[in-house]
């Protein structure tokens, strides 16, 4: 279902699953603390200036179809492609956002590293091409690959953790199949707690909400299992081959393009993904550690929306795999994808141990094989491994 509004909710314009156009007059709503409802005979909407959700109704049963992010950065970034300066009042009229909020969310997206410049206070233009993700086009093409999932993606501009929004929504709802995606994220952190780098609406952050009725015995593994399907998906997106440092970064000559982390609630695993689509000098200095990007292996021209789209119709693929066969499916490719196969490595963290590196357990576990001979398992989440050097 495609879906335009303005912020202010005058009209709301969409077409459903069976291709009609729909119109929802909304200039006289229930203005009630920022908050907007619109009735037609078939269907109710219900919004604010930041989102909205969209309601089919059917004689006394009322069934929630779609929930959008209303995107103010996102909309003034489409406004300002041709890197020419765009007045305020311009901007205003065309994303249907009051001129005070236009000013403020400029000023968001500068302070979160969008290259900016004022033209005075009266206008702004952008310094160098940032192409923000269509939140239409994605579900579009989603519905044509994957209708399975295409009315369960949201869109943030910005979030202090995509993996924290879907863990929050399991107090009152099923987040399975639910996918949040973000332009940028305030707390994002990966393993081990480590804080997320990565510049505004430049890379991948992604997650993805999956139900287990096993629970938590039926999850061992899991980690790996992504780690798989992520790196078949760049190697197809890229045309190069990628490695998998145990458990599951993602690397390209032993420098980090994507990370992975799981977390879980109840029955419930969020997989968390981010992949490095562009990152400046800044932020590689900041990150610390050798990382690279798809932009870095000659792919600038790579369009994220269409990543995102084969993206998660693989992840949807893999996780059913998954479910049904747990790591069984995956462990021979993880093997293949090993970046320490028979190297010895060492263990950082509560326990310190040395051996090599001769492969995984069903459970996902690192077997290293001691000097004596014996075989110790280092368990997913405990330690981080890093390659010895003599």
């Known amino acids: 279902m495609g879906l335009w509004a303005s912020s202010r909710l005058h009209f709301i314009r969409f077409s459903d699953r069976t291709g009609l156009r729909r119109m929802v007059d909304c200039r006289n709503l229930n203005n009630g603390a920022g908050l907007y409802e619109a009735w037609t005979r078939t269907y109710l909407v219900i919004g604010s200036d930041a989102w909205l959700i969209i309601f089919r109704i059917n004689g006394k049963t009322i069934s929630k179809i779609r929930a959008i992010q209303i995107m103010s950065g996102a909309k003034i970034l489409f406004q300002l492609q041709n890197l020419e300066p765009v007045s305020i009042s311009e901007i205003a009229v065309k994303s249907g956002l009051p001129s005070t909020e236009v000013c403020t969310t400029i000023e968001r997206l500068i302070e979160i590293g969008v290259p900016l410049k004022w033209n005075s206070k009266k206008s702004v233009c952008l310094l160098q091409p940032v192409c923000p993700l269509d939140v239409e086009r994605i579900v579009k093409n989603l519905e044509l690959v994957n209708s399975e999932i295409a009315g369960n993606f949201t869109l943030f501009d910005e979030i202090d953790s995509t993996n924290e929004y879907l863990l929050k ?70 045309g190069v081959k990628f490695q998998v440092k145990w458990p599951n970064d993602i690397l390209y000559k032993n420098r980090k ?72 499916a995956f462990r021979t490719r993880w093997l293949e994808l090993h970046a320490h196969a028979n190297k010895r490595v060492y263990t950082r963290g509560n326990i310190s141990i040395e051996g090599k590196a001769i492969g995984i357990d069903q459970r996902g576990a690192l077997l290293l094989e001691l000097s004596n001979g014996d075989v110790y398992s280092v368990n997913s989440g405990e330690i981080s491994v890093r390659e010895k050097s003599f």
């Open 169 to 238: 929504l399991t107090a009152s709802k099923s987040i399975h199949k639910h996918i949040c995606v973000a332009e940028f994220m305030s707390s994002g952190r990966g393993r081990q707690r480590r804080k997320w780098v990565g510049g505004a609406y430049q890379n991948i952050i992604l997650s993805f909400g999956w139900k287990f009725e096993g629970g938590l015995s039926q999850m061992s593994g899991l980690s790996l299992a992504v780690a798989v399907i992520v790196s078949d998906f760049l190697q197809q997106v890229a």
């Open 257 to 328: 393009i994507s990370g992975i982390l799981i977390e879980t609630m109840d029955r419930h695993a969020v997989v968390g993904i981010g992949i490095n689509c562009n990152l400046s000098e800044d932020e590689i200095s900041v990150i610390g550690t050798p990382v690279t990007s798809l932009a870095a292996l000659s792919l600038d021209s790579l369009d994220r929306n269409e990543l995102i789209v084969r993206l998660v119709d693989l992840l949807h693929q893999g996780l059913k795999t998954f479910s049904q066969q747990k790591l069984d």
